[in-house]
């Protein structure tokens, strides 16, 4: 009985502290998006199609935004991966006291998995989306411009050629072998997909695993460590 009372008082002191912790940081990452989507309604993106990072320039933005929603999908994936442990190792025998272990170790991190997708939706998915929405504008206004004077130069090479005006013709077809030449296509996204996939992957994979060794911390560990505690001779 003692061994049950401080195992189930140590993880709701744990499971208590580590909720403050994230409350806070969820409070600090939400004040952050919100910030980067009024930013984006306040300035115009200035997008560098020829910039080494492949995104325009960007790619501080975009890590800024991984940034933001990276420890929530760490700290989800520690849940996920204790709670799975949990569940498959108490679930043959859901009675009695095993219940209230089932909601500390079990539905409370499913809960806090829940509302952390809502918060990588506030913190990430909506400022991603709007900067996206911004680089997909500027790259039709682009297209647009660059196809507008292309088409122009175009027929004025035809009507040149017609005018027999050959000369001339082939001055304008240069000015457009130029404007072809410092034409690029402009990225839609602020990150490489690839790198940003796979660190993800990598992250969460991570997690998942630190998850489930800390429930087997908490099955084998704990009892023998209470066990010395608390054993009388």
């Excluded at 008082?9 to 919100?34: E, P, V």
């Excluded at 994936?77 to 089932?102: H, M, Q, R, T, W």
Aim: hydrophobic letters at 50%; a neutral charge; one cysteine or more.
């Amino acid at each position: 009985m003692i061994l049950l009372v401080g195992n189930l008082l140590f993880m709701a002191l744990l499971q208590l502290g580590g909720y403050y912790c994230i409350g806070i940081l969820t409070w600090a990452m939400s004040i952050s998006g919100w910030y980067v989507r009024q930013l984006l309604r306040a300035f115009q993106l200035s997008i560098q199609p020829f910039h080494p990072d492949q995104c325009g320039g960007l790619t501080s933005l975009g890590n800024f935004c991984f940034g933001l929603a990276s420890p929530l999908l760490i700290a989800s994936g520690i849940f996920i991966g204790y709670s799975l442990f949990a569940l498959l190792e108490y679930s043959p025998a859901i009675n009695g006291s095993e219940k209230s272990y089932l909601v500390l170790n079990v539905y409370a991190p499913l809960l806090f998995v829940l509302f952390s997708l809502l918060m990588i939706v506030i913190v990430f998915v909506l400022p991603l989306r709007d900067i996206h929405t911004k680089m997909v504008s500027e790259a039709k206004t682009n297209e647009t411009l660059y196809f507008t004077r292309t088409q122009a130069l175009r027929e004025e090479i035809q009507a040149l050629l017609d005018a027999k005006q050959v000369e001339a013709a082939k001055a304008v077809q240069e000015e457009k072998a130029l404007v072809e030449t410092l034409y690029a296509p402009y990225p839609r996204w602020p990150f490489r997909f690839r790198s940003k996939l796979s660190s993800t992957v990598l992250e969460v994979s991570g997690s998942l695993v630190i998850g489930v060794l800390a429930a087997e911390v908490q099955q084998y560990f704990l009892p023998a460590i209470f066990t010395l505690l608390f054993h009388t001779p």
